[in-house]
């Protein structure tokens, strides 16, 4: 179970959501700068870092989807996750979806 999990959070590459994370945290607090009269919450900073990550894990979800005849057909990319089996295309889809 934790190595499926491993393997997924590979697949869309989680750490790269993780140095994008504090761009959109910082671009959050200069939006909030320029309107002083807005409070500055948790909730807001929660909210930002769960739609971060489950939208880019569904956009390169839905990439590796898309790609999958390609990726397979190109010696680079034949060793990524689905072409080389590692993930069904199923598992993939249902990630995707949720």
């Known amino acids: ?28 607090v200069m939006a909030w700068r320029a309107e002083p009269s807005v409070a500055l919450r ?16 569904a956009a390169m979800a839905f990439n590796r989807l898309a790609d999958y005849r390609i990726d397979a057909d190109n010696p680079r990319t034949a060793g ?7 993930l069904s295309f199923r598992s993939v889809a249902m990630f995707a979806a949720v």
């Open 80 to 86: 990524r996750h689905l072409p080389q089996g590692a």
């Open 42 to 57: 948790w909730q807001d900073f929660m909210g930002i870092v769960l739609a971060m990550v489950t939208a880019r894990s």
């Open 1 to 28: 179970m934790f190595r499926t999990f491993a393997t997924f959070l590979s697949m869309i590459r989680f750490s790269h959501t993780l140095f994008a994370l504090p761009f959109a945290l910082l671009a959050a």
